[in-house]
């Protein structure tokens, strides 16, 4: 069969947004309501007939509502198989009848979890028959309509009104579908809040991820790859996904990934003096902090201008007309900023391709969570890498202690380094980097590759030397040699912050007082692949 007509509907949702009109719909044309608790008595206030499920069961609800659904007079009437002769035997000796229609969304778990509720709370709204309700339907769904999201209302309408009071096969497996997906991202969310909030297990027997509502992307990282967006079910911090666009193009792949690397090493600077970030590939190609964000835009810029052609740009404080007019003398695919002034959104209206991002608060940079990526047969998961030092971590390795604005200097690049894929080295001077390696397959190259840049810097801005004199550097990891330091010792370094833990630490430590450097180990390092 394929058109089956909507006689009888069962309708218990948590969400009454849209219930009445929809009610009012199914009502007038002809529909029987069942329904359950609140649900019933919103339907009821709006002046339509609703008989209870307590009187389609026999029995009332009860256990503070805990048990209503959990009946064979709805699971019959929703499994029956209706043209198979047993099934329809057993209907009719048992008096079950047939629903049709099935309207539900489950109780607010996420809701629950999120406004901080206790652990008794939280228990209470973890939905039993709603999910059995919505599986069963889901299941039979050759015979029964289900529909567990309000945004589909209007659909579910729309197909009542063009096949005459039925709905399709197609649009019922359409429904099952989405609907078998509720289900398992709602099952998803409870396990993780059992595993994660209740139990405290960091790596649990079975791990579930889910996420909704996709926002489709033109492509992926290459035409020919397909993309989406999804967000996660469930508490998490809130990014670039959850920005709000105020100008611009549709967000791609890339810029997604791109723009989520800029927050994440702009967030380093939240609540601190003014900053910008800009990122290229991933990668960031120039990072600064000055007294206002117009100069640390110049001091950003100046690391690297060849790369932040075509770049993301992050800043940690409400984004103002000068730096906006700024940024607008180069192109920039994407600008992320916690606030846009009114000059700014000025300034940049006059890009029209230009994507602007707003992010509210910036995220917390130490939050826990999980980092999972696919390899093939299997998924790698760790722990965010939220570790972080201060200057009392840190220990002097070398005959020369840092100054303090060395190691100032070092905090800076160090900061930076982290969110640099390996192998990486960063240069920085005065709170602004002067040159950036990422990438590399050695330590050596990485350290050669930022002072080349910087060589460049200054060439183009006509300074008398490049940025690199007088810097401090950084390394996410050790020195497996000397040859990466003496690399920076050739640009002009002074300082040197590392990780430590070589078993040639010895040789780069000597290698460090032979040059006058100061170095400082800090006993964490920061790989990012």
Same mark, same amino acid.
């Given at each position: 069969?394929?058109?089956?007509?909507?006689?009888?509907?069962?309708?218990?949702?948590? $969400?009454?947004?849209?219930?009445?009109?929809?009610?009012?719909?199914?009502?007038?044309?002809?529909? =029987?309501?069942?329904?359950?608790?609140?649900?019933?008595?919103?339907?009821?206030?709006?002046?339509?007939?609703?008989?209870?499920?307590?009187?389609?069961?026999?029995?009332?609800?009860?256990?503070?509502?805990?048990?209503?659904?959990?009946?064979?007079?709805?699971?019959?009437?929703?499994?029956?198989?209706?043209?198979?002769?047993?099934?329809?035997?057993?209907?009719?000796?048992?008096?079950?009848?047939?629903? $049709?229609?099935?309207?539900?969304?489950?109780?607010?778990?996420?809701?629950?979890?999120?406004?901080?509720?206790?652990?008794?709370?939280?228990?209470?709204?973890?939905?039993?028959?709603?999910?059995?309700?919505?599986?069963?339907?889901?299941?039979?769904?050759?015979?029964?309509?289900?529909?567990?999201?309000?945004?589909?209302?209007?659909?579910?309408?729309?197909?009542?009104?063009?096949?005459?009071?039925?709905?399709?096969?197609?649009?019922?497996?359409?429904?099952?579908?989405?609907?078998?997906?509720?289900?398992?991202?709602?099952?998803?969310?409870?396990?993780?809040?059992?595993?994660?909030? $209740?139990?405290?297990?960091?790596?649990?027997?079975?791990?579930?991820?889910?996420?909704?509502?996709?926002?489709?992307?033109?492509?992926? =990282?290459?035409?020919?790859?397909?993309?989406?967006?999804?967000?996660?079910?469930?508490?998490?911090?809130?990014?670039?996904?959850?920005?709000?666009?105020?100008?611009?193009?549709?967000?791609?792949?890339?810029?997604?990934?791109?723009?989520?690397?800029?927050?994440?090493?702009?967030?380093?600077?939240?609540?601190?003096?003014?900053?910008?970030?800009?990122?290229?590939?991933?990668?960031?190609?120039?990072?600064?902090?000055?007294?206002?964000?117009?100069?640390?835009?110049?001091?950003?810029?100046?690391?690297?201008?060849?790369?932040?052609?075509?770049?993301?740009?992050?800043?940690?404080?409400?984004?103002?007309?000068?730096?906006?007019?700024?940024?607008?003398?180069?192109?920039?695919?994407?600008?992320?900023?916690?606030?846009?002034?009114?000059?700014?959104?000025?300034?940049?209206?006059?890009?029209?391709?230009?994507?602007?991002?707003?992010?509210?608060?910036?995220?917390?940079?130490?939050?826990?969570?999980?980092?999972?990526?696919?390899?093939?047969?299997?998924?790698?998961?760790?722990?965010?890498?939220?570790?972080?030092?201060?200057?009392?971590?840190?220990?002097?390795?070398?005959?020369?202690?840092?100054?303090?604005?060395?190691?100032?200097?070092?905090?800076?690049?160090?900061?930076?380094?982290?969110?640099?894929?390996?192998?990486?080295?960063?240069?920085?001077?005065?709170?602004?980097?002067?040159?950036?390696?990422?990438?590399?397959?050695?330590?050596? $190259?990485?350290?050669?590759?930022?002072?080349?840049?910087?060589?460049?810097?200054?060439?183009?801005?006509?300074?008398?030397?490049?940025?690199?004199?007088?810097?401090?550097?950084?390394?996410?990891?050790?020195?497996?040699?000397?040859?990466?330091?003496?690399?920076?010792?050739?640009?002009?370094?002074?300082?040197?912050?590392?990780?430590?833990?070589?078993?040639?630490?010895?040789?780069?430590?000597?290698?460090?007082?032979?040059?006058?450097?100061?170095?400082?180990?800090?006993?964490?390092?920061?790989?990012?692949?």
């Amino acid at each position: 069969m394929s058109d089956v007509t909507i006689r009888r509907a069962l309708l218990s949702v948590s $969400d009454k947004g849209g219930l009445v009109d929809l009610g009012t719909r199914l009502a007038q044309a002809g529909v =029987e309501l069942v329904s359950t608790g609140g649900t019933a008595r919103a339907l009821r206030d709006a002046g339509l007939d609703v008989r209870d499920v307590s009187e389609v069961t026999g029995f009332p609800e009860m256990m503070d509502g805990r048990v209503k659904t959990l009946h064979p007079m709805v699971h019959g009437g929703l499994l029956a198989v209706r043209d198979n002769p047993e099934h329809a035997a057993a209907m009719d000796a048992h008096g079950i009848g047939g629903i $049709d229609l099935v309207v539900v969304n489950l109780y607010p778990f996420e809701a629950t979890v999120a406004r901080g509720a206790g652990r008794d709370d939280i228990i209470e709204n973890i939905d039993i028959g709603g999910p059995s309700m919505v599986r069963s339907a889901a299941k039979n769904h050759q015979f029964v309509t289900i529909v567990t999201d309000p945004a589909d209302y209007a659909d579910l309408v729309e197909e009542l009104a063009a096949n005459d009071g039925a709905t399709s096969l197609p649009f019922r497996r359409k429904m099952a579908a989405k609907a078998f997906a509720a289900t398992a991202a709602y099952d998803s969310m409870i396990s993780q809040w059992f595993a994660f909030a $209740d139990q405290g297990q960091e790596f649990p027997d079975f791990l579930a991820l889910n996420g909704r509502a996709p926002v489709s992307l033109r492509y992926g =990282e290459n035409p020919h790859q397909q993309a989406a967006l999804y967000t996660p079910v469930g508490p998490h911090a809130h990014g670039i996904a959850q920005a709000e666009q105020l100008q611009g193009k549709e967000l791609s792949y890339n810029n997604y990934n791109d723009a989520d690397a800029a927050l994440e090493l702009c967030a380093e600077f939240r609540g601190q003096s003014p900053a910008v970030v800009i990122v290229k590939h991933a990668n960031p190609c120039g990072v600064a902090q000055r007294a206002s964000l117009r100069e640390a835009w110049d001091a950003a810029l100046a690391c690297d201008s060849v790369s932040a052609f075509g770049g993301i740009v992050c800043v940690n404080t409400e984004l103002d007309g000068p730096t906006a007019e700024a940024i607008c003398e180069i192109f920039t695919e994407v600008v992320i900023a916690p606030s846009v002034s009114d000059a700014a959104r000025e300034a940049f209206a006059r890009k029209k391709n230009l994507r602007l991002l707003v992010t509210g608060e910036l995220p917390d940079p130490r939050r826990n969570g999980l980092s999972v990526k696919p390899i093939t047969g299997g998924l790698l998961v760790q722990g965010r890498d939220s570790g972080s030092i201060g200057e009392g971590d840190l220990k002097v390795v070398t005959e020369r202690t840092p100054t303090d604005r060395e190691l100032q200097d070092c905090l800076f690049a160090w900061t930076v380094a982290r969110h640099v894929k390996s192998n990486a080295i960063v240069y920085a001077k005065d709170g602004a980097t002067a040159g950036i390696g990422a990438g590399q397959m050695n330590r050596r $190259d990485s350290s050669r590759i930022a002072a080349m840049k910087a060589s460049e810097a200054a060439g183009k801005y006509g300074w008398d030397t490049p940025q690199t004199v007088g810097s401090a550097v950084a390394s996410d990891a050790f020195f497996p040699f000397a040859d990466g330091l003496l690399a920076a010792v050739e640009a002009g370094a002074t300082a040197v912050i590392q990780p430590g833990g070589s078993i040639r630490d010895e040789e780069v430590i000597a290698a460090a007082n032979e040059a006058g450097l100061a170095m400082v180990f800090t006993g964490m390092r920061h790989f990012r692949h």
